[in-house]
């Protein structure tokens, strides 16, 4: 098998034991990528001789010490690009920093692995909002590999890298996990640092591990977890040995089918794949229960109100002063503001943007925003109800598998697509997204278990994986 076609765990195995160096693992890596992502699109950047000094340096006694990871493209790491798929930043602008999930790899002795493209600022479901490359889901060239967190997917499934990371507010691992076929993992809310991810909605965002096993994302999620000062919201907890129970089985768990999710609209082959993984549990000692999480109707509405506020003032840091684009021949402040902006966003970030200022306005605060919150308690408020009766919830991810690019007329259409996975970050929980055996396109099962509770989400995906 090439090193290219090698998880985490059977890299690291290789290295201790002398086999291969961490500079043969880039060496072919770079060359997959060099002659394959032309097809792909998963990177923006690459910098190859960058690559190759830290492969020479690699601390192999570290625990990740000489494994590449690939970076979404809105996660800073000192001195690299970090555009956000976006004209914005795309010209000029280089991180001062690093983010604090870096500086964990970093300690941990991983080697930052190119950048990777995604929707502009994070915002879509098929990465074809990026301003700068369109993505192929390596799975199926011409069809989207899913979004926001796109390049990375692809990165993965394409065997450009062992692992990547991405991030995701509504459902931007997950959902470009399953349309690849590989593993993603959104953290509960709080358990990884946020401090250096570009804000897109800061009460939703998390960073988390994209994967070809759920060995390897539990390894990644070990060195990435944990509390860092510089993030406010990341908890001090200490974080859980998530490999100790990963082969710890189903039996004895109760596993919750929210009824919700299984509704009339679901593509039959996703319907089909999401039954046979639950046989498989039930199988396995889980017992099914039937569950109703009664507010899911409304998790799309309310994310696309309390998103795109949070986005509003999130990015209105972008003005052409200190940050990236500014417009050439401004008349004045007020159209250094307005050109700048209104040549280096897109249209969704736009739309975004315009929607988010709207619903926070003076008249309409009440109507929208205040009112979207409190229907964000109903829904945190089902899954602790659900939680009394069942250890997990399965569910879909997506509707239906990857669809065709440029094969979406509307974008309500694919905000409608979110609707299994955005109630998770409404509600901060954990989740990760599995993939199924399936004849056509992939289709990944979600997994969700209550706040900090991954050690049993990657157990009971473990399960999943083995069967
Ligand atoms: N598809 C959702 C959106 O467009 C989620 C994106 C994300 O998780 N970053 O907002």
Sequence with gaps: ?????????????????????????????????????????????????????????????????????????????????????????????????????????????????????????AMGSATENSALRVTNNPAALGHIPGGSSGGSAAAVAAHFVPAALGSDTGGSIRQPASHCGIVGLKPSYGRVSRYGLVAFASSL??????????????????HMAGHDP??????????????????????????????????????????????????????????????????????????????????????????????????SQ???????????????????VKRRILLGTYVLSSGYYDAYYNKAQKVRTLIRRDFEQAFQQVDAIVSPIAPSPARKIGDCSNPLEDYLADVCTIPVNLAGLPAISVPLPTDGLPIGLQIITPHLQEALLLRVAQAVESA
């Design 205 to 222: 965002d998390q960073i988390g591990p994209m994967t070809h096993t759920v060995e390897d994302a539990a390894l990644l999620l070990q």
């Design 330 to 348: 401004p008349a004045d402040i007020m159209s250094l503001y307005q050109q700048s902006r209104e040549e280096g966003f897109g249209p969704e």
């Design 230 to 327: 510089l993030d406010s919201t990341s908890l001090p907890v200490a974080v859980d040995d998530y490999l100790a129970s990963l082969h710890h089985g189903v039996k004895g768990l109760r596993i919750g089918i929210p009824q919700e999710y299984f509704a009339d609209g679901l593509d039959p082959a996703v319907r089909a794949a999401s039954m046979a993984a639950v046989a498989k549990l039930e199988q396995l000692g889980a017992s099914i229960v039937e569950i109703s999480l009664p507010h899911t109707e409304y998790a799309v509405a309310t994310y696309y109100i309390i998103a795109p506020a949070e986005a509003s003032s999130n990015l209105s840091r972008f003005d052409g002063v200190r940050y990236g684009h500014r417009t």
């Design 1 to 121: 098998m090439s090193l290219s076609h090698t998880s985490i765990s059977g890299l690291r195995s290789l290295l201790s034991k002398g086999e291969i160096s961490a500079r043969d693992i880039v060496d072919d890596l770079l060359l997959q990528t060099s002659q394959r992502d032309g097809e792909v699109g998963a990177f923006l950047s690459i910098d190859a001789e960058r690559i190759r000094a830290a492969a020479d340096q690699a601390d192999l006694s570290l625990p990740l010490g000489g494994i590449p990871i690939a970076i979404k493209d809105n996660i800073n790491a000192l001195d690299e690009p970090c555009t956000c798929g976006s004209r914005f930043l795309s010209e000029n602008y280089r991180s001062p920093y690093d983010a604090g999930v870096i500086r964990k790899l970093r300690e941990a002795g991983a080697i930052l692995f190119g950048r990777t493209n995604m929707d502009e600022f």
